[in-house]
């Protein structure tokens, strides 16, 4: 069949409609609402009315005030006004969950001006908010404040609007630094398809630990600043900003962080990055219509890695990126530039220029956007508790309910949910998850699943699911060894095509320095194979399962493991988001695979990163970028991988003196070091394999001596086009994050 060129132009119109459209809202969720949830219109004193004309602050008040773990506070759709700011001030409840019907469900400010809206004042742990919009009216300072007098970790802000604050929509931490009140920090928080709108600032950061804040498909329209990141540090991914009337990220952080697949048009800047010592990566970003004429990029002395990047329409004639210091190193590639230069050819800094890869960036225009308007709804809800008598009292055997409820979702399909409230369910059997077009979930990290079965049990099997969703739920986390099941999930296949989603579902491994036990494991997945973990909590473990299509946007703690000996990898295995601390080693690949992390947090580590091969086993390649690498011992150990390995950017902090890459074995290996930053420690390299080469672009020591020899350049050009593989296996990473999370935005 023949299109004319006027019909194709307007089949690629249609075609690309999900990501040019314009002033997209955030979506409008339609609920059916839960058993344990609390309407705050029929189930608290006084109700809540929900006009917009009637004061709302004492009903919604009395909703926080009766939160306990794991409670559920739903707002249907209507505009609350309130007069006073919501405290909640409880003793640090664990999985709450906030919940309203998205666009419809409006909190509306009608107190003083200045004032704030929430105030997360006593901290809320591994808990959500989901589905609000608010409004503070020109008038309100704050959206939310976590501001808490406990530490708050892993956090969700999901398909929620701020709009007309004229301080910030979310703030961070305590502003005043001489308080002693709310000076805990928050950290490990999620914002996904969230829109800010008219605020002095969208997201501000302001303490030190404010670590491991990740923006995903968000928007910032007509903001001052959109990120302020005053200590702390961020990855941002699939976010458009438009008209900052200051800068789109104001980047100040004291670890590495990362700015991949964004856009910006009509900003003052893009970035403006104060940090001498944090390294950034930005990636696959587009810039038109800046107006700052100092450049649309403003960068101070850490070492940066920038590539796929484009700068159109610029206010003047000066490049679109300035550097401002004399030892700034720039590694970059495809990057382009309307008219001009990327930087000033005579000002400071140097640019490691790496030739074009064999895989091109994702995105093509700056004004491409992620906001999602609608969201797929919820089916049939099966309760294990309502339907089919399941107790959740970590007593009763509720095995039979809840593979029940599974069964029911299952047989009715089209997105129907085996609904596990709040509680404690014992199971003495392994539950079975297979079939297709259906959910399992809880209410978050207090639907907790605990088992009593044989020793060396599995607690959940998931055989060879198709568009099946798992989500938050807990199952077998933090049981610290009273449970004595040998894994927590499985995932196996018989070689069929399957998909799964895991969308927080914590496992065993958060501070129990115990890699190889229990946790996630996908074992001999196949080549028609996909699992999209949205987000994750403990251990994690690989085996054979190479041939598959296996990304994690986010994961928390414990210990990544990659092994197997089935020789065959032509599949992708990649992490974005990742935090790890308190464990005996960080991540373990084995055998000679392969695997790419963009953003790799590490800290109060007993060790760094471990790669093994053996004769035998097939050449790989590692692509590890990271924001903070933080062990007692040495960093990086190889022994007898073969292939090649790329480190950075990242940052060498604190411990330990020095940070050492071991390099041993005596099969051939190439090991790059490229964008890195030292910073309170040195670095030093042992080699026992002669077979091994390493080779350092664009790494700087801070701190100390600015010339060290240990992270001298031995670049050439050969060196920079080898540098191109790396680049490549992180255009694969975010080409497959837009394929999972925007169904092929930019494609």
Same mark, same amino acid.
């Given at each position: 069949m023949?299109?004319s060129?006027?019909?194709?132009?307007?089949?690629?119109?249609?075609?690309a409609?999900?990501?040019?459209?314009?002033s997209?809202?955030?979506?409008?969720?339609?609920?059916?609402?839960?058993?344990?949830?609390v309407?705050v219109?029929?189930?608290?004193?006084?109700?809540?009315?929900?006009?917009g004309v009637?004061d709302?602050?004492?009903a919604?008040?009395?909703?926080?005030?009766?939160?306990?773990?794991?409670?559920?506070?739903?707002?249907?759709?209507g505009?609350y006004?309130?007069?006073?700011?919501l405290?909640?001030?409880?003793?640090?409840p664990t999985?709450v969950l906030?919940?309203?019907?998205?666009?419809?469900?409006i909190?509306?400010?009608?107190?003083?001006?200045?004032g704030?809206m929430?105030?997360?004042?006593?901290?809320?742990p591994?808990s959500?908010?989901?589905g609000?919009?608010?409004n503070?009216?020109?008038?309100?300072?704050?959206?939310?404040d976590?501001?808490?007098?406990?530490f708050?970790?892993?956090?969700?802000h999901?398909?929620?609007?701020?709009?007309?604050?004229?301080d910030?929509?979310?703030?961070?931490g305590s502003?005043?630094?001489?308080s002693?009140?709310?000076?805990?920090?928050?950290?490990?928080i999620?914002?996904?398809?969230?829109?800010?709108?008219?605020?002095?600032?969208?997201v501000?950061?302001?303490?030190?630990n404010d670590?491991d804040?990740?923006?995903?498909g968000?928007?910032f329209r007509?903001?001052?600043t959109?990120?302020?990141d005053?200590h702390?540090n961020?990855?941002?991914?699939?976010?458009?900003?438009?008209?900052s009337?200051?800068?789109?990220i104001n980047?100040?952080?004291?670890?590495?962080?990362?700015v991949?697949?964004?856009t910006s048009?009509?900003s003052r800047?893009?970035?403006?990055a104060h940090?001498?010592?944090?390294?950034l990566t930005?990636?696959d970003?587009?810039?038109?219509?800046?107006?700052?004429?100092?450049?649309a990029?403003?960068?101070?002395?850490?070492?940066?890695?920038?590539?796929?990047?484009?700068f159109a329409?610029?206010p003047?004639?000066?490049?679109?990126?300035?550097?401002?210091?004399g030892?700034?190193?720039?590694?970059?590639?495809?990057n382009?530039?309307?008219?001009?230069?990327?930087v000033d050819?005579?000002?400071?800094?140097?640019?490691?220029?790496?030739?074009a890869?064999?895989v091109?960036?994702?995105?093509?225009? $700056?004004?491409?956007?992620?906001l #999602? @308007?609608t969201?797929?709804? +919820?089916g049939?809800i099966? &309760?294990?508790? %309502?339907?089919? =008598? $399941?107790?959740?009292?970590g007593? #009763? @055997?509720?095995?039979?309910a +809840?593979?029940k409820?599974i &069964?029911a979702? %299952?047989?009715? =399909?089209?997105?129907a949910?085996?609904?596990?409230?709040?509680?404690?369910?014992?199971?003495?059997?392994?539950?079975k998850?297979n079939?297709?077009?259906?959910?399992?979930?809880?209410s978050?990290?207090?639907s907790?699943?605990?088992?009593r079965?044989d020793?060396?049990?599995?607690?959940?099997?998931?055989?060879?699911?198709?568009?099946?969703t798992?989500?938050?739920?807990?199952?077998?986390?933090?049981?610290?060894?009273?449970?004595k099941n040998?894994?927590?999930?499985?995932?196996v296949?018989?070689g069929?095509?399957?998909?799964?989603?895991?969308?927080?579902v914590?496992?065993?491994?958060?501070?129990?320095?115990q890699?190889?036990?229990?946790?996630?494991?996908l074992?001999?997945?196949?080549?028609?194979s996909?699992?999209h973990?949205?987000?994750?909590e403990?251990?994690?473990?690989?085996t054979?399962?190479a041939q598959?299509?296996?990304?994690m946007d986010?994961?928390?703690?414990g210990?990544?493991?990659?092994d197997?000996k089935?020789?065959?990898?032509d599949?992708?295995?990649?992490?974005q988001?990742?935090?790890?601390?308190?464990?005996?080693?960080?991540?373990y690949?084995?055998?000679?695979?392969?695997?790419?992390?963009?953003d790799f947090?590490?800290?109060?580590?007993?060790?760094?990163?471990?790669?093994e091969?053996?004769?035998?086993?097939?050449?790989?390649?590692v692509?590890?970028?990271?924001?903070?690498?933080?062990?007692?011992?040495?960093p990086?150990?190889v022994?007898?991988?073969?292939?090649?390995?790329?480190?950075?950017?990242?940052?060498?902090?604190g411990?330990?003196?020095?940070?050492?890459?071991?390099?041993?074995?005596t099969?051939?290996l190439?090991?790059?070091?490229?964008?890195?930053?030292?910073?309170?420690?040195t670095?030093?390299?042992?080699?026992?394999n002669?077979a091994?080469?390493?080779?350092?672009?664009?790494?700087?020591q801070?701190?100390?001596?600015?010339?060290?020899?240990?992270?001298?350049?031995?670049t050439?050009?050969?060196?920079l086009?080898?540098?191109a593989?790396?680049f490549?296996e992180?255009?694969?990473?975010?080409?497959?994050?837009?394929?999972?999370?925007?169904?092929?935005?930019?494609?």
């Amino acid at each position: 069949m023949i299109f004319s060129a006027r019909r194709l132009a307007l089949l690629a119109l249609l075609a690309a409609a999900n990501i040019f459209a314009a002033s997209k809202n955030s979506p409008e969720l339609k609920w059916e609402p839960r058993s344990n949830w609390v309407n705050v219109k029929t189930d608290v004193t006084p109700k809540a009315v929900g006009d917009g004309v009637a004061d709302d602050t004492a009903a919604l008040q009395a909703a926080l005030n009766g939160i306990k773990a794991g409670s559920a506070v739903y707002i249907p759709a209507g505009t609350y006004r309130i007069t006073q700011t919501l405290d909640f001030n409880q003793a640090r409840p664990t999985g709450v969950l906030i919940v309203g019907n998205g666009a419809t469900t409006i909190i509306k400010w009608d107190g003083p001006d200045g004032g704030r809206m929430f105030w997360a004042h006593g901290g809320m742990p591994d808990s959500r908010y989901v589905g609000i919009t608010w409004n503070g009216g020109g008038k309100a300072g704050i959206g939310i404040d976590h501001a808490s007098k406990t530490f708050e970790t892993e956090v969700i802000h999901q398909h929620q609007a701020f709009i007309g604050f004229t301080d910030c929509g979310i703030r961070i931490g305590s502003r005043d630094p001489n308080s002693k009140e709310n000076r805990a920090e928050t950290a490990e928080i999620v914002y996904d398809n969230c829109l800010f709108e008219k605020c002095g600032i969208a997201v501000a950061f302001i303490l030190f630990n404010d670590y491991d804040n990740t923006f995903t498909g968000c928007e910032f329209r007509n903001c001052g600043t959109g990120l302020k990141d005053i200590h702390g540090n961020f990855y941002a991914r699939d976010c458009h900003f438009q008209g900052s009337t200051v800068v789109d990220i104001n980047m100040q952080s004291e670890h590495g962080s990362s700015v991949r697949r964004c856009t910006s048009v009509g900003s003052r800047s893009f970035i403006d990055a104060h940090s001498p010592v944090a390294p950034l990566t930005i990636q696959d970003c587009h810039v038109a219509g800046w107006t700052n004429p100092e450049g649309a990029i403003l960068l101070n002395n850490a070492p940066v890695t920038m590539f796929d990047c484009s700068f159109a329409k610029a206010p003047g004639e000066k490049p679109p990126v300035k550097l401002m210091h004399g030892n700034q190193p720039v590694v970059a590639s495809q990057n382009s530039v309307e008219k001009g230069p990327l930087v000033d050819p005579k000002g400071p800094g140097k640019v490691f220029e790496v030739p074009a890869g064999k895989v091109k960036g994702s995105l093509t225009s $700056a004004e491409q956007t992620f906001l #999602a @308007d609608t969201v797929q709804p +919820i089916g049939k809800i099966f &309760d294990a508790k %309502r339907d089919f =008598g $399941a107790v959740g009292n970590g007593i #009763a @055997d509720d095995t039979a309910a +809840i593979q029940k409820a599974i &069964d029911a979702a %299952r047989a009715a =399909g089209n997105n129907a949910l085996a609904y596990i409230p709040s509680g404690s369910y014992v199971i003495k059997e392994t539950i079975k998850v297979n079939g297709a077009d259906y959910r399992v979930g809880g209410s978050g990290f207090n639907s907790f699943i605990v088992w009593r079965g044989d020793e060396q049990g599995i607690m959940f099997l998931v055989s060879d699911p198709q568009r099946v969703t798992i989500e938050n739920i807990c199952i077998g986390s933090h049981d610290a060894g009273q449970m004595k099941n040998q894994i927590d999930v499985l995932q196996v296949s018989s070689g069929i095509p399957s998909s799964i989603t895991y969308d927080e579902v914590h496992v065993f491994g958060k501070y129990q320095k115990q890699p190889d036990y229990k946790g996630m494991r996908l074992n001999g997945l196949g080549k028609d194979s996909v699992v999209h973990i949205k987000q994750l909590e403990g251990n994690f473990h690989v085996t054979d399962s190479a041939q598959a299509t296996i990304v994690m946007d986010t994961s928390y703690e414990g210990a990544v493991t990659i092994d197997g000996k089935d020789k065959r990898r032509d599949g992708f295995l990649g992490l974005q988001t990742r935090l790890s601390t308190s464990v005996p080693m960080a991540l373990y690949v084995r055998d000679n695979h392969s695997f790419v992390a963009s953003d790799f947090y590490m800290e109060a580590a007993e060790d760094g990163l471990s790669f093994e091969g053996a004769d035998g086993d097939p050449n790989g390649i590692v692509v590890y970028q990271g924001a903070k690498f933080n062990t007692n011992k040495g960093p990086v150990t190889v022994n007898n991988y073969s292939g090649q390995i790329f480190l950075g950017h990242d940052q060498f902090y604190g411990t330990p003196k020095p940070c050492t890459i071991s390099l041993n074995g005596t099969r051939p290996l190439e090991f790059f070091m490229d964008g890195m930053s030292v910073y309170t420690t040195t670095f030093e390299l042992k080699k026992t394999n002669d077979a091994a080469k390493f080779y350092s672009t664009g790494n700087l020591q801070i701190g100390g001596n600015l010339n060290s020899e240990s992270i001298a350049d031995n670049t050439t050009p050969e060196v920079l086009a080898k540098i191109a593989n790396a680049f490549d296996e992180l255009r694969k990473l975010g080409a497959l994050d837009l394929k999972l999370n925007y169904a092929g935005v930019g494609k």
